[in-house]
């Protein structure tokens, strides 16, 4: 991968990022044995390819076969793709012609137009379904792709992008270089308009676009492209074509505190042949139905989609553990749970999806991983590689204070703990009671109450005498006479 500088901070950008990219052995994808028949409802938008300039104007050489080519569906788990050869007529009807859209919606980008290896965000007028998750925001590189990713960080190119034609493009070498988007409310529309290859300008420039439909569409439309793309160099930036798509996963490093640590799993990619990716060509990928859009327990576990859907109770979501939504299904014990597929009430297939059961093929392809840190630039590096190892995830996150269901250990504890608290209240009640009643019986001798008492205590006292003192008739000593019972006592006292 490569640095990439986003031009608006918000989102803030990820500082201070360490990104480790390691490769493992396992990412999870589905074959179908059969073909699919899709409905080829194309997203035209009334362009006119007879127009000066337009579409039609790049003439393909003589002595081709100009019969239809088409690459049949190909089934990447999450979307299926449609590949159209340049004498297709459904490349032309693919590709959308911005000049003629509405002049306030098209959108130069000034910067991204005139730098190098810089990316902006760029807002949606509509939710744009990617990987089952609705997406409001993007980031637009120089590169010739689109960072999908709700965490900025640099390294734009590793995963979580729409790459039509994503290489080492260079805007700020040509002044004919744009990249412009244009959104009608239904469509984002990004073009690269005659992009030159920074680190080798004269193999001539590059036209193509990237559209995203509300639908969950996904097109890549192809205008000019002067070079075969398995021959452009990926020496100083990644050469992709396709889709990708992670999910993140926060670690807290206990020995570096307010510090955390990011890692970024790939879970999905979907690679298209760079060989297809010719003038006037163009591919459409249409989203294949996930675990997420299911609302309710039965019809997610009695799905036929090709995924091993479950449903959490806690978070009342359906899902097949891999998703953006990762961390929340790990942190709320979801994979324990999902090991019953019983739901709390009946079952009900009155939703069951109208998608058809197929059978699929195990495969084995590379699962990747970026690591990022935030915090200081210190020494202190993951030092275990990360691993495909689901298990190993959720153990690693309850180790850091993830919890599930209560234990009866726990339950035992508040009941003895809201015992005491009774106890306690009962105790202090007596207590108050006690010496309201002394110091009702102290102000009031001659009450019944202290009457009572009075009566009824012990007569352990030593006889008393008084005596008159000398010079004060008011006063007088009292000194013991002997053990009898009650007091000798003056009259005037």
């Given at each position: 991968?490569?640095?990439?500088?986003?031009?608006?901070?918000?989102?803030?950008?990820?500082?201070?990022?360490?990104?480790?990219?390691y490769v493992s052995s396992h990412r999870w994808r589905r074959h179908s044995e059969s073909l699919k028949s899709v409905d080829t409802n194309r997203a035209s938008m009334g362009q006119d390819s007879s127009e000066p300039g337009g579409f039609t104007d790049l003439l393909l050489e003589e002595g081709h076969d100009n019969t239809t080519q088409i690459e049949e569906d190909t089934d990447h788990n999450y979307y299926t793709s449609r590949t159209y050869g340049p004498y297709d007529s459904t490349s032309r009807?693919?590709?959308?012609?911005?000049?003629?859209?509405?002049?306030?919606?098209?959108?130069?980008?000034?910067?991204?137009?005139?730098?190098?290896?810089?990316?902006?965000?760029?807002?949606?007028?509509?939710?744009?379904?990617?990987?089952?998750?609705?997406?409001?925001?993007?980031?637009?590189?120089?590169?010739?792709?689109?960072?999908?990713?709700?965490?900025?960080?640099?390294?734009?190119?590793?995963?979580?992008?729409?790459?039509?034609?994503?290489?080492?493009?260079?805007?700020?070498?040509?002044?004919?270089?744009?990249?412009?988007?244009?959104?009608?409310?239904?469509?984002?529309?990004?073009?690269?308009?005659?992009?030159?290859?920074?680190?080798?300008?004269?193999?001539?420039?590059?036209?193509?676009?990237?559209?995203?439909?509300?639908?969950?569409?996904?097109?890549?439309?192809?205008?000019?492209?002067?070079?075969?793309?398995?021959?452009?160099?990926?020496?100083?930036?990644?050469?992709?074509?396709?889709?990708?798509?992670?999910?993140?996963?926060?670690?807290?490093?206990?020995?570096?505190?307010?510090?955390?640590?990011?890692?970024?799993?790939?879970?999905?990619?979907?690679?298209l042949q760079m060989s297809k990716i010719t003038n006037l060509s163009a591919v459409e990928m249409i989203p294949l139905p996930t675990c997420l859009q299911f609302t309710s327990c039965g019809p997610c576990v009695t799905a036929q989609i090709g995924f091993n859907c479950s449903w959490c109770s806690?978070?009342?979501?359906?899902?097949?553990?891999?998703?953006?939504?990762?961390?929340?299904?790990?942190?709320?014990?979801?994979?324990?749970?999902?090991?019953?597929?019983?739901?709390?009430?009946?079952?009900?297939?009155?939703?069951?999806?109208?998608?058809?059961?197929?059978?699929?093929?195990?495969?084995?392809?590379?699962?990747?991983?970026?690591?990022?840190?935030?915090?200081?630039?210190?020494?202190?590096?993951?030092?275990?590689?990360?691993?495909?190892?689901?298990?190993?995830?959720?153990?690693?996150?309850?180790?850091?204070?993830?919890?599930?269901?209560?234990?009866?250990?726990?339950?035992?504890?508040?009941?003895?703990?809201?015992?005491?608290?009774?106890?306690?209240?009962?105790?202090?009640?007596?207590?108050?009671?006690?010496?309201?009643?002394?110091?009702?019986?102290?102000?009031?001798?001659?009450?019944?109450?202290?009457?009572?008492?009075?009566?009824?205590?012990?007569?352990?006292?030593?006889?008393?005498?008084?005596?008159?003192?000398?010079?004060?008739?008011?006063?007088?000593?009292?000194?013991?006479?002997?053990?009898?019972?009650?007091?000798?006592?003056?009259?005037?006292?």
């Amino acid at each position: 991968g490569v640095f990439y500088e986003v031009v608006q901070s918000f989102p803030r950008v990820e500082e201070n990022v360490w990104v480790n990219s390691y490769v493992s052995s396992h990412r999870w994808r589905r074959h179908s044995e059969s073909l699919k028949s899709v409905d080829t409802n194309r997203a035209s938008m009334g362009q006119d390819s007879s127009e000066p300039g337009g579409f039609t104007d790049l003439l393909l050489e003589e002595g081709h076969d100009n019969t239809t080519q088409i690459e049949e569906d190909t089934d990447h788990n999450y979307y299926t793709s449609r590949t159209y050869g340049p004498y297709d007529s459904t490349s032309r009807d693919l590709w959308v012609n911005i000049d003629q859209m509405e002049k306030d919606k098209v959108k130069i980008h000034g910067i991204l137009s005139n730098t190098h290896r810089q990316a902006a965000r760029v807002n949606l007028s509509f939710d744009f379904p990617f990987y089952g998750h609705f997406l409001r925001e993007i980031t637009v590189a120089t590169g010739g792709f689109i960072y999908t990713g709700e965490v900025v960080h640099r390294m734009l190119t590793a995963t979580q992008y729409i790459a039509p034609l994503m290489a080492n493009f260079d805007p700020s070498v040509s002044r004919n270089s744009t990249v412009r988007y244009f959104d009608n409310g239904t469509a984002l529309v990004v073009q690269w308009d005659h992009v030159h290859l920074q680190d080798n300008y004269n193999l001539g420039s590059f036209t193509f676009q990237a559209t995203l439909l509300n639908d969950g569409r996904i097109i890549f439309g192809y205008k000019e492209i002067p070079v075969a793309v398995t021959q452009i160099s990926s020496t100083n930036h990644p050469v992709k074509v396709g889709l990708s798509d992670a999910f993140v996963v926060v670690h807290r490093i206990q020995q570096i505190p307010n510090v955390r640590r990011r890692t970024i799993y790939e879970y999905h990619r979907v690679e298209l042949q760079m060989s297809k990716i010719t003038n006037l060509s163009a591919v459409e990928m249409i989203p294949l139905p996930t675990c997420l859009q299911f609302t309710s327990c039965g019809p997610c576990v009695t799905a036929q989609i090709g995924f091993n859907c479950s449903w959490c109770s806690k978070l009342q979501r359906c899902s097949s553990g891999f998703d953006r939504h990762r961390q929340d299904w790990v942190d709320s014990g979801c994979p324990e749970e999902s090991k019953d597929k019983i739901c709390e009430k009946n079952i009900d297939t009155t939703e069951t999806p109208p998608y058809s059961t197929t059978n699929f093929l195990p495969t084995t392809t590379r699962f990747r991983v970026l690591t990022t840190t935030r915090g200081p630039t210190t020494s202190h590096l993951p030092t275990s590689l990360p691993t495909e190892d689901d298990t190993k995830i959720a153990l690693h996150l309850k180790d850091n204070g993830a919890s599930t269901d209560d234990s009866a250990v726990e339950k035992k504890g508040g009941t003895l703990h809201a015992g005491l608290i009774v106890g306690i209240l009962i105790l202090v009640l007596i207590v108050a009671a006690a010496i309201l009643v002394t110091a009702y019986m102290y102000h009031h001798p001659t009450s019944a109450a202290s009457l009572f008492f009075i009566e009824r205590r012990p007569s352990r006292w030593p006889a008393m005498k008084f005596r008159r003192g000398s010079g004060h008739p008011a006063y007088a000593e009292v000194e013991p006479v002997g053990e009898k019972e009650g007091f000798i006592v003056s009259e005037q006292c």
